[in-house]
């Protein structure tokens, strides 16, 4: 699927699709790119969060930018708006958590945790993470946290996976729930803060990572050895 997008999104903004244009049909795409169907429907819905393409019910698939787009949107926010909010909210949750959690929350926890770890499916992964920070922010015993983070459950499960299918970030977000979850354990509010904010730092930092590299401005700005332009 990422090489789909990666195909697709170069060819963009190559210009050999122009804002305005019709993306070839799907079952043309397929045959051309030879993948399956869901492969490439996967590559066109990452192409819309991008912010390069919209679909037209009846009608396909449109190019509406022709350039990087560095702020995709993820449901009803843009990435730029949810981690900020994320930042102001889930680390000073994850704080409280870590003084408030009761046994049952822990238990909860670490069974979540386990069963994401053996989990090799994306969609059922996604839905475990969002359930994660919904049990983290429920041992913060705030009701207004928790409803706080349902309000962007949609975007988080859309913002985990894009990152997942695009940044291979599943692994490391285990491991970064993992510390979480020990850090709760623990007790300790300065190391729940801390593990948080690596989580979230990694989060934007893949986001970033996928967003930014194939920008125009990188094509033609960055020199690589002999002097020609990357």
Partial sequence: ?????????????????AVGDKLPSEAEL?????????????????????????SRTGKGTFVISGGPVEDPTFGDYAASDLLEVRRHVEIPVAGYAALRRSAEDLDHLSHLLERMERETDTTAWVAMDT??????????????????IEEIRDALARQSAFLNELGGRREQSNREHRAIVEALADGSEHDAVEAMTHHLERVETTLTSIVRPA????????????????
């Fill in 1 to 17: 699927m990422e090489a789909v997008l990666t195909h697709l999104r170069e060819a963009i903004e190559r210009g050999e699709y």
């Fill in 30 to 54: 397929c045959r051309r790119l030879e993948v399956s169907r869901p492969v490439l429907r996967e590559a066109l819905r990452a192409l819309q969060t991008m912010g390069l393409t919209a």
């Fill in 131 to 148: 359930l994660f920070h919904l049990a983290v922010a429920q041992a913060a015993r705030n009701p207004v946290f928790r409803r706080v």
């Fill in 215 to 230: 920008t125009a401005d990188d094509r033609t700005t960055v020199p690589t050895e002999g002097g020609q332009q990357a």
